[in-house]
């Protein structure tokens, strides 16, 4: 079955055809280069110029903001390195009069302690005053501190008489 849109091809060389003649199947005709006009190529290397003096205007304003950051950065840390001194200095002072306060206060209660075990011991144990830290294991007052009003006491006593 033959279609109308079938096309006859012959299969002939080139020798056959001719060197001048053009073959069977057809084909376009090559596109000829377009050149700029002359203006527009100036236009062009105008605009080039342009962009690259834009572009060296940035780089120079973005260097210039880079160095002013930098310097802030210095600033802030240096700022902050002197805050941080100073609040340390602050804190340790604290502590040390906060450490003296409480070492003050822990010697008082020492010698309150002493004191109270020396009273409990004269009053219900002479015989065992001579052996103080030997005889005595602990003690406890009981209730709330009032002025004026005295507390009753729990000791333990470890002492073994012979």
């Known amino acids: 079955m033959e279609h109308d849109y079938a096309m006859e091809v012959s299969v002939n060389s080139k020798r056959e055809r001719g060197e001048g003649s053009l073959p069977a199947t057809p084909s376009k005709?090559?596109?000829?280069?377009?050149v700029k006009p002359t203006a527009d190529?100036?236009?062009a290397e105008i605009s080039n110029e342009i962009i690259l003096e834009a572009i060296l205007k940035l780089k120079r304003r973005v260097d210039e903001k880079l160095a002013d950051l930098?310097?802030?950065?210095?600033?802030?840390?240096a700022m902050i390195a002197s805050l941080t001194k100073v609040n340390n200095t602050e804190e340790v002072n604290e502590c040390k009069?906060?450490?003296?306060?409480?070492?003050?206060q822990?010697?008082?209660l020492r010698k309150d302690n002493r004191?109270?075990?020396e009273r409990i011991?004269?009053?219900?144990a002479p015989e065992m005053e001579e052996k103080m830290e030997e005889a005595f294991d602990i003690g406890h007052r009981l209730g709330r501190r009032m002025?004026?009003?005295?507390?009753?006491?729990?000791v333990l006593f470890i002492y073994i008489y012979n």
């Open 106 to 108: 822990d010697e008082h």
């Open 29 to 34: 005709n090559p596109a000829e280069k377009r």
């Open 121 to 124: 011991l004269t009053k219900f």
């Open 115 to 117: 004191d109270l075990k």
């Open 41 to 43: 190529r100036e236009k």
């Open 147 to 154: 002025d004026n009003k005295n507390r009753n006491v729990i």
């Open 70 to 77: 930098s310097e802030q950065s210095k600033q802030s840390s």
């Open 97 to 104: 009069k906060r450490v003296k306060d409480l070492e003050i």
